[in-house]
């Protein structure tokens, strides 16, 4: 459907998951009903909503192979699109993975675990892809780096894209977890 209504919820493509940002063409909500009866499996509210990070199944461009944004939206989504969340104990690293995530940092990683992306080949991510990268340690990120890192998404959510300076200064903070 093309607009809201009670039992609708909105439906992202993988398309529409961009660097640290959630968008889908002007013009162009998608609205699906989502109740018994209405789809073949009606998804728990654990998966579409609250605190999680999407990535785009399909790789991007080098230097930023993976693309992930951070969100808090209420929506469903196609196969293209995998969400996670950090384990219990662990959700103080939202803004440290969605950085990782997106830095030229990560893409050095997976072009270290995946023979496809490694080699320039049409790469598709799994959760299983993302579960073998690297993420920084928790035990060594001082609560400075989470402050850090906190500022560094507030201003990238704000912003509609980021330029390569932006760029640099995410490569840079990562390197700096490792």
Request: charged fraction near 30%; aromatic fraction near 8%; charge should be negative.
């Amino acid at each position: 459907h093309k607009e809201k209504a009670d039992d609708r919820v909105m439906q992202i493509y993988g398309s529409d998951v961009k660097p640290f940002l959630i968008q889908l063409e002007e013009n162009d909500e998608r609205w699906v009903e989502h109740t018994e009866g209405a789809v073949a499996e009606v998804i728990p509210k654990e998966f579409t909503e609250g605190r999680r990070i999407m990535i785009r199944e399909i790789a991007g461009t080098s230097p930023r192979l993976i693309i992930a944004a951070q969100t808090e939206l209420e929506f469903v989504h196609d196969p293209g699109v995998i969400m996670l969340r950090p384990n219990e104990g662990y959700e103080q690293m939202y803004d440290i993975i969605e950085l990782y995530l997106n830095s030229s940092v990560c893409e050095n990683h997976v072009k270290y675990y995946s023979a496809k992306a490694g080699k320039g080949l049409f790469a598709k991510f799994t959760l299983g892809d993302i579960r073998l990268l690297p993420l920084p340690k928790l035990e060594k990120i001082t609560p400075e780096m989470f402050e850090e890192a906190s500022r560094i998404v507030d201003n990238l959510h704000s912003a509609k894209e980021y330029p390569d300076a932006q760029c640099k200064q995410i490569d840079a903070f990562v390197e700096t977890l490792y």
